[in-house]
């Protein structure tokens, strides 16, 4: 426990492309950013250390640049890396000049006009100073997603916890709520639930690098106002996967 009464003193936050659009189709809405920024900024004024890695679906997906131009699956995926950088220096400055929240973008490629290379001993020293990391470029490599980015910074930068926050979807379902609204919300599953059973709620390689490090998972949604502060201060909300029922 933080002295504040935060659960965790140190987490790692993905957010997915899909969360910086908001009511737009594509790129970078200012209501959706600014709403996550003060969400990062509530959690971060808890004294709770926060890394967060950010997904590009708002711009770019390698997989259907592949598929629908033709590109190159790698040269495809590091310009999916590069919109990374995009939303990740779009919510810093954000957190910066609207919010007072200091903050450093941490890149897996090097563009240091823009970035601080990747290197973890700074991240973390980062964070007990009580910056906000932001880590951008997934991984520096080709065909891994930024699940997998998260899952990696997450047991790199020893953070006590996953959090996975969706847009519009409160938690894991047995099956597709779109398509089949009777669909129960687990609350809480094993690691090797999700595997068996295909839920989907992250890639394979994400998963495994969790479940071989016991990094539990929160899956939760963003935004319904204040989730994200009750998740920090105990409250057991969206679904937990760990190997475990705490």
């Given at each position: 426990m933080t002295t504040n009464g935060a659960k965790y003193k140190r987490v790692l936050l993905k957010l997915s492309g899909e969360s910086f659009k908001g009511n737009r189709g594509f790129g970078i809405d200012r209501e959706a950013i600014y709403y996550i920024a003060s969400q990062v900024k509530d959690i971060a004024d808890m004294g709770v250390q926060?890394?967060?890695?950010?997904?590009?679906?708002?711009?770019?997906?390698?997989?259907?640049?592949?598929?629908?131009?033709?590109?190159?699956?790698?040269?495809?995926?590091?310009?999916?890396?590069?919109?990374?950088?995009?939303?990740s220096v779009s919510l810093q400055d954000v957190l910066e000049r609207n919010y007072g929240v200091e903050t450093r973008v941490q890149s897996a490629l090097l563009i240091q006009q823009m970035a601080e290379p990747f290197i973890r001993r700074r991240?973390?020293?980062?964070?007990?100073?009580?910056?906000?990391?932001?880590?951008?470029?997934?991984?520096?490599?080709?065909?891994?997603t930024t699940d997998t980015a998260a899952a990696l910074r997450a047991?790199?930068?020893?953070?006590?916890?996953?959090?996975?926050?969706?847009?519009?979807?409160?938690?894991?379902?047995?099956?597709?709520?779109?398509?089949?609204?009777?669909?129960p919300k687990l609350e809480f599953l094993t690691y090797r639930d999700v595997q068996e059973r295909r839920l989907?709620?992250?890639?394979?390689?994400?998963?495994?690098?969790?479940?071989?490090?016991?990094?539990?998972?929160?899956?939760?949604?963003?935004?319904a106002q204040g989730n994200l502060r009750r998740i920090l201060s105990g409250e057991r909300l969206g679904s937990l996967v760990a190997e475990k029922v705490p």
């Open positions: 926060v890394g967060i890695v950010v997904g590009a679906g708002n711009i770019w997906r390698g997989a259907d640049a592949e598929a629908q131009v033709g590109m190159d699956r790698a040269t495809a995926d590091y310009a999916g890396m590069l919109a990374t950088l995009m939303n991240a973390i020293h980062h964070l007990e100073t009580g910056r906000v990391v932001i880590f951008a470029c997934g991984t520096g490599n080709p065909f891994m047991i790199e930068i020893n953070a006590s916890v996953l959090l996975m926050a969706k847009h519009a979807v409160d938690g894991v379902y047995a099956a597709d709520p779109a398509k089949d609204p009777t669909a989907g709620v992250m890639d394979s390689t994400a998963l495994s690098l969790c479940m071989d490090n016991q990094m539990p998972i929160v899956v939760f949604d963003l935004f």
